[in-house]
């Protein structure tokens, strides 16, 4: 049996979308990412979202919108793919990364100790698509406003540390009864070919500022800002009398054609009404089962104020090094079951390494990265794919350790 990590889930639904979107005259930026946008609000309960080509850039232009850049401190986690730091870092300002927790997520603690009076942003990410701990985050950012030293106009209104929320794994995912999207001051969704919702390459910025914000009039300045800063986008240019526009930001080139966003209308609805759910049942089936054995850490899933997207199956293995591990991947690669590692902590990757981080300094985000392995989950597996899976685990597991 040969078992793919994570194929699109791509359907009748998504090939007429498609379609009547290259039969519609319009390709880029236009009616249908209009669509996906407020199917987004409808479903995560956010007052306003913008869609954007990826999430890498839709955290760049939330930390530019913040007028975050050189000498301003970003507080990230040393657990989540590189996207997260390199938006920081293409931004100009400097990413702080802090240790985690047991459950893969941003350690609280560690955000507090981190926190100068350069902290701009802290960005949590919801690893495997389980929330962090909002609620504490914001606790916390808001007794520590005596340290927060604003620069500008926005930095003024907040008068406090954005908490920018990397969710690239955790729509549909709940904290405390919310859709998170509605619970950060910004949420980032990613539509990347893997995520739960795919556009093949995009994300979405959920906008969800306190007063006196104002979120649709932010995003109106984020979507000009997403289009070259330009006052009109294409779509209205194209109408007969709408030739005249100015360039009033010096703006990114990061919007979203609507022949990507048709495939994320197709996906929206299903998802909340259908396909999560399943990804919730497969999830509970590796986990009844792997709750049995001994020497798994099966990954939180669900507690009485969080609920997982179920993004991925982060099982670990108890007493096992880094070398034990790659070798039990390779007996279930052998199998044809394709597995993954999320992730290898950032301060192990090169560019990381030359900046002078050290993953001495990040003991949990090592220890959970040296016994992890992702398993396949989609809607589309089959029961017994899904035993396969199982089987093949244990025996790879069973037979090395
Ligand atoms: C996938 C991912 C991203 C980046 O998403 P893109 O849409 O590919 O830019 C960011 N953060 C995390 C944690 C991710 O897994």
Redesign the pocket.
């Known amino acids: 049996m040969k078992i793919p990590f994570s194929p699109p889930y791509i359907n009748k639904v998504v090939l007429q979308e498609v379609n009547s979107t290259l039969e519609s005259g319009w390709i880029t930026t236009g009616p249908k990412v209009k669509q996906l946008e407020e199917l987004v609000c409808k479903y995560t309960f956010s007052p306003n979202t913008l869609c954007v080509n990826?999430?890498?850039?839709?955290?760049m232009l939330a930390l530019k919108w913040y007028g975050i850049g050189e000498g301003d401190e970003v507080i990230i986690p040393a657990y989540?793919?590189a996207?997260?730091a390199l938006a920081v870092i293409h931004v100009g300002a400097t990413p702080v990364m802090v240790d985690v927790e047991n459950d893969f997520n941003i350690s609280i603690e560690k955000i507090e100790k981190a926190i100068t009076n350069k902290t701009k942003a802290i960005i949590p990410?919801d690893?495997a698509g389980w929330p962090c701990d909002y609620d504490a985050i914001k606790t916390l950012v808001c007794n520590k406003i005596e340290l927060f030293n604003p620069s500008n106009e926005n930095q003024n209104k907040l008068g406090r540390i954005l908490i920018l929320a990397?969710s690239?794994?955790s729509i549909g995912a709940t904290y405390k009864n919310q859709f998170l999207g509605s619970i950060a001051d910004i949420t980032v969704f990613?539509?990347?070919a893997?995520?739960n919702i795919t556009t093949a390459?995009?994300?979405a910025v959920c906008i969800n500022l306190p007063k006196p914000f104002i979120n649709q009039e932010e995003y109106y300045y984020l979507r000009c800002f997403s289009l070259n800063g330009q006052t009109k986008d294409a779509f209205t240019k194209s109408k007969a009398g709408g030739w005249r526009y100015d360039i009033i930001y010096l703006g990114l080139k990061i919007n979203m054609p609507d022949i990507l966003a048709a495939i994320g209308v197709a996906q929206i609805p299903e998802y909340f009404d259908e396909t999560l759910d399943i990804r919730k049942e497969i999830y509970k089936v590796y986990h009844d089962y792997f709750a049995t054995k001994t020497w798994a850490i099966t990954p939180p899933y669900k507690n009485e104020y969080r609920e997982s997207s179920c993004h991925l199956y982060a099982l670990r293995i108890k007493n096992i090094t880094e070398s034990i591990r790659d070798l039990i991947i390779e007996k279930i690669t052998k199998q044809g079951v394709a597995v993954n590692v999320h992730f290898q902590p950032l301060p192990m990757l090169t560019i990381f390494k030359e900046m002078g981080f050290k993953i001495e300094n990040y003991p949990i985000a090592y220890d959970n990265y040296k016994c992890e392995i992702s398993l396949p989950i989609y809607p589309q597996l089959t029961k017994d794919q899904l035993n396969y899976i199982i089987r093949t685990v244990e025996n790879a597991v069973e037979s090395t350790i």
């Open positions: 990826s999430a890498t850039s839709g955290l989540t793919y996207a997260t990410v690893i990397d690239a794994h990613s539509f990347h893997v995520k390459e995009g994300g």
